[in-house]
């Protein structure tokens, strides 16, 4: 399959030590993978589901102890702690491999080791990183194979290079006592052991295309971001690009598959996906910042997901999809989800496979359930999507779900100032979760438990990125689709009709509106933000989310105090500067 000597050397020493019975070479044929979903069926791995209702997909359940990914036991593996910094887990490289490796001892017998080689990012395109993982789960290999461009054209692409990301995952006993997901950037490495759960173990997905790229933009002098990347096509067939970061039950993907509303969609705009969760990003040969994603697949959480929130989405996991952990309508064999339609089915089985009755009020599908499919089956899905140049970014949105605090949208003075509002993103918890209601968590750029090394670092290249762009960088802003009024209801529709904000951000980008200036950046003149044909919504309700309080905005400085404290020496002197302007503009 490939002679490159690195490659070679590194599958010997793991088969030596991972005592495979067999060893298979996969090459991303779909010959090969259908033979591995067949192996699959029939080793309970995987449920073939109805042929004509949903042609080529498949319903696979994890462990009941693992069921989502494991920020506890997630760490960076870098020489020094203090590259880690204060947001990561950080253990020693060489007691990380000693654990991993008697973890893995033997790990594979009795198992077939697969051999994966993939590509974030378009195979060839100048993004490109390529990877190789090794693994002894059916799943993860017909779950890369959607994720990722998998393909022995990586091979090629290759050569004798050495430049390529090393992946191990072992299942083990999915043993959460024992349950670890390891970086080590010095070695472009990545080792996952016992656990069978997608986010720990599709390795291209946060471990290489976030925590383990973060490392390689830094060095190499450009951005992995945890963001959604959209385009707006206007009535004349102009495009322009968004790209957004926000942290998890935001709306992340209904965002990047937007409907526009009516009105927008009678006049010619339409709304393009380039990516719904990474966007790899560089400055291109005119001085702009460009993007691809470099994932080939979504891996959506299903609750929730129909067809009022995001048909888009809905439709594109109807074939070749990987249903994780949903419910299993016995029925017919098709899944099905909460809040997917009004009629969960009668004879099924809930997510832990046991008979579910869904009148007990017990959910059928588990919370964190998800779909794994490609991207290509989106309806929304950009003609850009495989552009070994990207698409060029006019606008960064960050965002979170503030009740209060945050304007619908504000736009920051310049890059510096953005990189500050993007530091100090937040949410605020909802009912919906444990623990206390409206408590802040601060989530920088929607980075905190992927950003592969040490976050104030991660804010100086970041400030270092804006040096180099110059005024061709793209204008950055805040939005919060989140604020509720007295009685704790949402005052923006959202969903489509965010197309409205997203129309003022571009208007910005090109200086065709005017803005008022605030304490905290540019609010919009609230006569600029279309409301027309949007129903019990009027002006003064629009003026009340535009609204920037002060005396919320002086408490806040607490908090963005006491996290900057954690940061110390490192923190960025700009980004104290910024605090310092804040403080003295809330006066
Ligand atoms: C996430 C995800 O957890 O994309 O952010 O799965
Ligand atoms: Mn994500």
Not at 111 to 134: D, H, L, Q, W
Not at 372 to 394: L, M, R, W
Not at 473 to 498: L, Q, S
Request: with cysteine; aromatic share 10%; proline share 5%.
């Amino acid at each position: 399959m490939t002679k490159n000597p690195s490659i070679l050397k590194w599958v010997e020493e793991k088969k030596a030590w991972l005592q495979p019975d067999q060893v298979m070479w996969i090459d991303g044929s779909e010959a090969q993978l259908e033979a591995l979903r067949a192996e699959g069926c029939r080793t309970g791995e995987l449920i073939k589901l109805n042929e004509e209702k949903l042609p080529g997909c498949y319903l696979h359940r994890s462990a009941l102890n693992d069921v989502a990914r494991v920020e506890g036991r997630t760490f960076i593996c870098s020489e020094k702690e203090e590259d880690a910094g204060p947001t990561n887990n950080w253990m020693a490289p060489k007691e990380a491999y000693a654990l991993l490796d008697e973890i893995s001892k033997g790990a594979y017998k009795g198992r077939t080791m697969y051999i994966i080689p993939y590509s974030m990012g378009p195979i060839g395109s100048p993004f490109a990183k390529y990877g190789v993982e090794i693994t002894d789960s059916i799943y993860v290999v017909i779950s890369m194979a959607i994720m990722t461009r998998m393909s022995a054209k990586v091979y090629d692409a290759l050569g004798d290079s050495e430049d390529w990301i090393r992946g191990l995952h072992c299942k083990c006993d999915i043993d959460e006592e024992k349950r670890y997901i390891c970086h080590f950037p010095q070695d472009n490495t990545i080792i996952s052991v016992n656990s069978g759960y997608g986010g720990n173990v599709l390795l291209g997905k946060k471990c290489f295309a976030l925590r383990i790229a973060s490392n390689l933009g830094r060095q190499e002098g450009w951005l992995a971001e945890h963001m959604l990347i959209l385009g707006v096509e206007y009535p004349d067939g102009e495009i322009k690009y968004i790209a957004a970061a926000f942290p998890s039950a935001c709306g992340k993907t209904n965002l990047a598959m937007l409907i526009p509303p009516e009105l927008y969609q009678k006049k010619g705009f339409k709304v393009w996906c380039v990516g719904d969760d990474i966007a790899w990003m560089r400055i291109g040969p005119d001085g702009r910042l460009w993007a691809v994603n470099p994932e080939n697949g979504f891996f959506g959480v299903a609750p929730g997901t129909n067809m009022k929130s995001n048909p888009n989405a809905l439709i594109s996991t109807q074939k070749n999809t990987i249903f994780t952990n949903v419910a299993h309508n016995l029925d017919d064999n098709t899944v099905w989800w909460e809040s997917m339609d009004k009629n969960p089915p009668k004879n099924a089985e809930n997510w832990k496979g046991e008979k579910w009755d869904c009148t007990d009020g017990s959910k059928g599908a588990h919370p964190n359930s998800r779909f794994t499919a490609p991207a290509k089956n989106c309806p929304c899905v950009s003609s850009e999507f495989d552009s070994a140049a990207g698409v060029p970014i006019s606008a960064i949105v960050f965002g979170g779900r503030r009740a209060k605090t945050a304007p619908l949208v504000y736009q920051s003075r310049d890059w510096n100032h953005g990189v500050f509002v993007g530091s100090i993103m937040a949410s605020e918890t909802t009912a919906a979760a444990t623990g206390a209601v409206g408590v802040v968590r601060r989530d920088p750029m929607a980075m905190l438990p992927f950003c592969g090394y040490h976050m104030a670092d991660y804010w100086a290249h970041w400030l270092e990125m804006g040096k180099k762009l110059g005024d061709k960088a793209p204008k950055i802003f805040n939005v919060n689709w989140f604020r509720t009024d007295d009685e704790g209801h949402f005052v923006w529709p959202g969903f489509g009709d965010n197309l409205r904000v997203l129309e003022w951000i571009l208007k910005r980008c090109e200086g065709k509106v005017d803005a008022k200036e605030t304490a905290i950046g540019y609010v919009p003149n609230a006569e600029d933000i279309n409301i027309d044909e949007l129903a019990d919504f009027d002006f003064e309700t629009l003026k009340s989310i535009l609204e920037v309080d002060r005396d919320l905005w002086k408490s806040e400085l607490a908090g963005i105090n006491e996290f900057y404290g954690k940061f110390g020496e490192k923190l960025p002197e700009e980004l104290k500067k910024q605090l310092g302007i804040l403080t003295e503009k809330l006066g």
